[in-house]
């Protein structure tokens, strides 16, 4: 049987994934996975929703020609017009803030432009969101102890190979049980 006590006792910091609750009615974050890019007790935490991707591509938005297609995702509903993204394998950017398992987080948007204008550039080490979740100090956790979040980790699972619309379900299988039980949940049981 699933229990919050034992998702309030598990670290929250960078690189955590934060899992939606089955059951959890808000539109803006119903079944989905999102990365913690920041957590500060008393600063707050941000992140991005790593499931919902938008019907555009980097070049719609920016009008510049990629020799890639590169999917942009919403990250939240915090600052949506505003360009935000996490990377991998892409040494040269600077000002960057790790995240876990080679990830990083923010760096220069120029120089990013211009490594993406690059042909060698592969869009699987990039994810690019409009917008991204926020919390106040203390607001996760206490969305946590309501059960809201279901806790993960980068370190302990990839989230990336899995198709947006399977990445909260497929994330939640790999847990084992009960999670394994959750992830059939209807959204609404009243349906079941």
């Known amino acids: 049987m699933w229990d919050y006590r034992k998702e309030i006792r598990k670290p929250l910091n960078t690189g955590?994934?934060?899992?939606?609750?089955?059951?959890?009615?808000d539109e803006e974050f119903m079944r989905t996975v999102s990365l913690l890019c920041f957590h500060d007790k008393q600063e707050g935490s941000m992140g991005f929703i790593l499931n919902r991707p938008l019907p555009l591509q980097l070049n719609e938005v920016l009008n510049i020609d990629f020799p890639q297609k590169f999917q942009l995702?919403?990250?939240?509903?915090?600052?949506?017009?505003t360009l935000l993204f996490i990377h991998r394998d892409?040494?040269?950017?600077?000002?960057?803030?790790?995240l876990v398992n080679g990830w990083h987080y923010g760096g220069s948007h120029d120089q990013l432009i211009s490594i993406l204008?690059?042909?060698?550039?592969?869009?699987?080490?990039?994810?690019?969101?409009?917008g991204y979740s926020g919390w106040d100090a203390g607001q996760l956790?206490?969305?946590i102890i309501e059960n809201a979040w279901i806790l993960n980790h980068l370190n302990r699972i990839?989230?990336?190979?899995?198709?947006?619309?399977?990445?909260?379900?497929?994330?939640?299988?790999?847990?084992?049980d009960p999670y394994r039980s959750m992830a059939k949940?209807?959204?609404d049981p009243s349906l079941n």
Request: glycine fraction near 4%; aromatic fraction near 8%.
């Open 158 to 176: 990839n989230p990336f190979p899995f198709a947006p619309k399977k990445m909260w379900e497929s994330i939640m299988l790999s847990m084992g």
């Open 16 to 25: 955590s994934l934060l899992l939606s609750e089955p059951f959890l009615k």
């Open 73 to 81: 995702y919403h990250g939240g509903p915090v600052a949506q017009d």
């Open 141 to 143: 956790r206490k969305e």
């Open 90 to 98: 892409i040494p040269t950017l600077e000002n960057t803030q790790p």
């Open 117 to 130: 204008q690059e042909d060698n550039t592969n869009p699987d080490s990039i994810k690019l969101f409009l």
């Open 185 to 187: 949940m209807p959204i």
